[in-house]
């Protein structure tokens, strides 16, 4: 059960794009489509940003958005805002357990 | 609106166990899972488990077997996280958080930091 693997940073200035991988492995990440992502500003709790892969929930805006080829994830923030700036984690259904990655610091530079 | 409101913080010491519960309000209890993630200071997020509060079937992330048990009550929709033999390295802000379809958790309490310390 090793978390999926993610970059440790990535940044972008706003109005930029930016985009987090998350790779796993066909057991994970490669094996269903339920990957989620979740935004976590620092003192506060996870916040569900994008589920199955490319579903956004309510309220989360058409800025995020989400893909899978083979055994990676990704999550693409376009046009960058200030309040992008957070850690942002990756998850993965793989059968009788679940994974995070081990996640990213995104910096709006 | 769907809460889950976690009880409060606690300082353990080692060797002790350590038992947080997550009130879960504003939907069908039985209607969705509750997971547990922890989350060590500085670190990143654990998957601890799953319980089913429909037919409490459950699973428990490898490291943490034989420490942890999950439980729910239906008749107050609260689940509870009991972590036995703490060491300094269960030491970590504990969450639960609402199961959907899926493995989605969509749901988060606020947290509760347990402490081990002598």
């Known amino acids: 059960q090793s978390a999926l693997t993610q970059p440790p940073s990535a940044s972008g200035s706003p109005g930029q794009s930016v985009t987090i991988s998350c790779t796993g492995t066909?057991?994970?990440?490669?094996?269903?489509?339920?990957v989620s992502w979740y935004q976590q500003h620092p003192g506060e709790a996870p916040k569900l940003m994008m589920y199955?892969?490319?579903k956004r929930p309510s309220g989360v805006p058409d800025r995020f958005s989400g893909s899978k080829s083979g055994n990676t994830a990704s999550l693409t923030v376009s046009g960058l805002q200030a309040e992008d700036e957070a850690d942002y984690y990756c998850?993965?259904?793989?059968?009788?357990?679940?994974?995070f990655g081990s996640g990213t610091k995104v910096t709006v530079l | 609106q769907v809460q889950l409101v976690q009880s409060g913080d606690e300082v353990k010491k080692p060797g002790a166990s350590v038992k947080v519960s997550c009130k879960a309000s504003?939907?069908?209890?039985?209607?969705?899972?509750i997971t547990w993630v922890r989350q060590a200071p500085g670190q990143g997020l654990e998957w601890m488990g799953w319980i089913s509060t429909y037919d409490d079937n459950m699973n428990y992330g490898q490291n943490l077997q034989g420490r942890l048990t999950m439980t729910t009550d239906t008749s107050t929709t609260t689940a509870y996280m009991e972590l036995r033999s703490l060491t300094s390295d269960d030491t970590a802000v504990y969450y639960c958080?609402?199961?959907?379809?899926?493995?989605?958790?969509?749901?988060w309490g606020q947290g509760t930091l347990v402490t081990v310390s002598t």
């Open positions: 066909s057991s994970d990440v490669g094996g269903y489509n339920y």
């Open positions: 199955d892969v490319s």
């Open positions: 504003g939907y069908s209890f039985t209607s969705y899972g």
């Open positions: 958080a609402r199961d959907a379809p899926g493995a989605t958790f969509d749901h």
């Open positions: 998850n993965s259904f793989a059968g009788t357990y679940n994974v």
